[in-house]
């Protein structure tokens, strides 16, 4: 069964910087659209970034020049490169990729990741 996991979460104070990872365990063959969302609290979730397989990229007006996400096609993995971090950009982050596994094409979830920025 494939599974995201996350990785490197934390606290950090403003303007520093921040990689989170998410990669595929378990049997998984391709990849095809990734993205990183975002969820503070009592607000909705929404989009940072999208990655299609072919390398084009989208941000939120929010992080655009700040954040780059980029990909590690031999691990099926997807990394979100977070710099001058701000208060606001707080949340906790859940990557997202579409797989192809032994089950066809499906959506995949990560558990999400807290990111604390200080002031």
């Known amino acids: 069964q494939v599974q995201l996991v996350e990785s490197g979460g934390g606290l950090v104070q403003a303007g520093g910087s921040m990689k989170l990872s998410c990669a595929a365990s378990?049997?998984?063959?391709?990849?095809?659209?990734m993205a990183w969302y975002r969820q503070a609290p009592g607000k909705q979730r929404e989009l940072v970034a999208t990655?299609?397989?072919?390398?084009?990229?989208n941000y939120a007006d929010t992080v655009k020049g700040r954040f780059t996400v980029s990909t590690d096609n031999a691990k099926n993995a997807v990394h979100l490169q977070m710099s001058s971090l701000r208060p606001e950009d707080t949340a906790v982050y859940y990557c997202y990729q579409y797989l192809l596994s032994r089950s066809g094409w499906l959506n995949y979830w990560g558990q999400g990741t807290q990111v604390t920025v200080s002031s």
């Open positions: 990655r299609t397989p072919g390398g084009n990229t």
């Open positions: 378990g049997s998984s063959y391709s990849i095809g659209d």
